[in-house]
């Protein structure tokens, strides 16, 4: 089992920063990749980056390419997902995924998932 704690989130204005921060615990998280979601009322779950398990690879949804950055740190078990130039419909709970084994991006291939945190972006 692996535990996943997000933290990091909160309110920021339109055009700040945040780092979401992944602690995880239970297993080192080298040999899973990861991910991190996100979810606005009344939408569905939708992914935001990826990352491999050596962090050589990073995937990003289109709508976050260049404004966010994924990365991982395996001896600390923690990843990060650092946000800039954030927008009022960036706001939602971002959630810490994690996978050992599969290859896609989408919710039902993620194995071990966080609670979430929120983030409110502000026009």
């Known amino acids: 089992q692996v535990q996943l704690v997000e933290s990091g989130g909160g309110l920021v204005q339109t055009g700040g920063s945040l780092r979401l921060s992944c602690a995880a615990s239970?297993?080192?998280?080298?040999?899973?990749?990861m991910g991190w979601f996100r979810q606005a009322p009344g939408k569905e779950r939708e992914f935001v980056s990826g990352?491999?398990?050596?962090?050589?690879?990073?995937y990003y949804a289109d709508f976050v390419q260049g404004r966010f950055t994924i990365s991982r740190d395996n001896a600390k078990n923690t990843v990060y997902l650092q946000m800039n130039s954030l927008k009022p419909e960036d706001t939602a709970d971002y959630y810490c995924?994690?996978?050992?084994?599969?290859?896609?991006?989408?919710?039902?291939?993620?194995?071990?998932w966080g609670k979430g945190i929120l983030v409110t972006v502000s026009s």
């Open positions: 995924a994690a996978d050992r084994t599969g290859s896609s991006w989408s919710s039902n291939a993620m194995d071990y």
């Open positions: 990352i491999s398990q050596s962090g050589g690879s990073t």
């Open positions: 239970g297993r080192t998280i080298s040999r899973y990749r």
